[in-house]
């Protein structure tokens, strides 16, 4: 199984992003798949999650302005980023486990990351 995150970039307070994950080996249609982000100096956190049988859930800090998606035919799971703070300036990382879950260590495989940053 192999994650390929891409579509991080330098943004502007405000401005939009959204960051793609190209999927191989699994079909995430079938598979949960989750965002996670990490701030230099900080922990990795929970972002988003999309599970194959109870729809797409979010971190309080991200709701209302990120939005989790999942394009079965191209095997890509997005994240629609809007409305971005400086504070969500971090490196993105999808992941792949067979366990809905918030936590990081239930995830199995994880793509490279892609860096986000926001100018204020």
């Known amino acids: 199984v192999q994650l390929q995150a891409s579509g991080g970039g330098l943004v502007q307070a405000g401005g939009s992003l959204r960051l793609s994950c190209a999927v191989s080996g699994r079909p995430v249609s079938s598979y949960n798949m989750g965002w996670f982000r990490q701030a230099p100096g900080k922990e990795r956190v929970f972002v988003a999650g999309?599970?194959?049988?109870?729809?797409?859930y979010y971190a309080d800090a991200v709701k209302g302005r990120f939005t989790i998606s999942r394009d079965n035919a191209k095997n890509t799971v997005y994240l629609q980023m809007n409305s971005l703070k400086p504070e969500d300036a971090a490196v993105y990382s999808c992941?792949?486990?067979?366990?809905?879950?918030?936590?990081?260590?239930?995830?199995?495989?994880w793509g490279q990351g892609t860096l986000v940053t926001v100018s204020s």
């Open positions: 992941a792949t486990g067979p366990r809905a879950s918030r936590s990081a260590g239930d995830y199995y495989y």
């Open positions: 999309i599970w194959w049988s109870a729809g797409d």
